[in-house]
């Protein structure tokens, strides 16, 4: 049996053997961090690689439910965050910090493809993930303004617009690639693909796990709360998105909102705030990772009870 193929008919089993090897095997991130940057490219790229060109960006009438979904997340929701640890006292604390980080950021680069182990299109997704890293300059903006404990703006906008580079230079390939020598990709070809984005996907996150292992043996129960609130802002945020959009959107799209809704690229801003900054959320940020990678199995079943709108 090709490996690929059983990589993409087992996706989320996939996952969670990286996230297992990331949270017992600490010393494999090492090597392993030096090799994140090219393993986003490869994501970025296997994934558009997959889809028909022509509706990776869909029409233009669809882009402006996309932006106003992506205005909804990065801009609206941080700013109800802010007000709430306003009002609560809770201003600079840690927890309020995390989530504000995940609420300020755009999609994951793997939410394509974790739309497709959900058995919807990853077009929806892709969408969200390209306009909302181009937006995150306007976005992010207000939330840096109104808390300047954040640290400096012009680092976390310099790592968005590096992040949408990249994005467009590997869309850019893939599509190119697809039109001259990969018109009507087989069946097994495009398993072989789906199934090289779900590896590529487990062994990204072993490097991103240590500050969790490390947590875990100095005090188990601050890794047992962060690890809770990661799980409960991730699968709550996607479970009130869904139950908002079920039935009112057509499920591929309900399907990739409610999956944005609560899997948020946060990493955007650990490559760019100042370590005083991320040093009291790096439990989180390892934390966050866990219900990321277990919501292909956790939410599949959920998803795939939808009703499309008639």
Known sequence: ????????????????????????????????????????????FVTVLRMDPETILGSLKD?????????????????????????????????L??????????????????????????EHAMRMMVVGTALLPLTAFPVFLLMPELGDIQSVLLAGLQLLLTILCA????????????RAPSQSTLLNLEGLGTITLAVFVIGLMPSVSATALENPAI?????????????????????????????ARSTAVSLIAGNRNIAIFFVALPPEVTAPIMAFIG???????LTPMVMRGLYQRQVTPG
């Open 171 to 182: 869309t850019g390939g893939a599509v190119f690639v697809r039109r001259v020598w990969l």
């Open 223 to 251: 890794a047992a709360f962060w690890i809770t609130l990661a799980c409960l802002v991730n699968f709550g945020a996607q479970i009130v998105t869904f139950r908002l959009t079920r039935g009112k959107l057509p499920a």
């Open 97 to 122: 910090l995390s989530l504000l980080i995940m609420a300020a950021a755009p999609s994951i680069s793997g939410s394509p493809n974790m739309c497709l182990m959900m058995g919807q299109p990853p």
């Open 63 to 95: 882009l402006h439910k996309v932006a106003f979904a992506v205005v909804g997340f990065q801009f609206v929701t941080p700013l109800i965050v802010l007000a709430v640890g306003f009002a609560g006292g809770w201003m600079g604390t840690p927890v």
């Open 1 to 44: 049996m090709n490996p690929l193929h059983l990589a993409a008919r087992h996706g989320p089993h996939v996952l969670i053997a990286g996230l297992a090897a990331g949270l017992m095997l600490p010393a494999l991130a090492d090597p392993m961090r030096n090799l994140l940057p090219p393993l986003v490219v490869l994501l970025l």
């Open 287 to 293: 934390a966050y990772q866990i219900p990321m990678y």
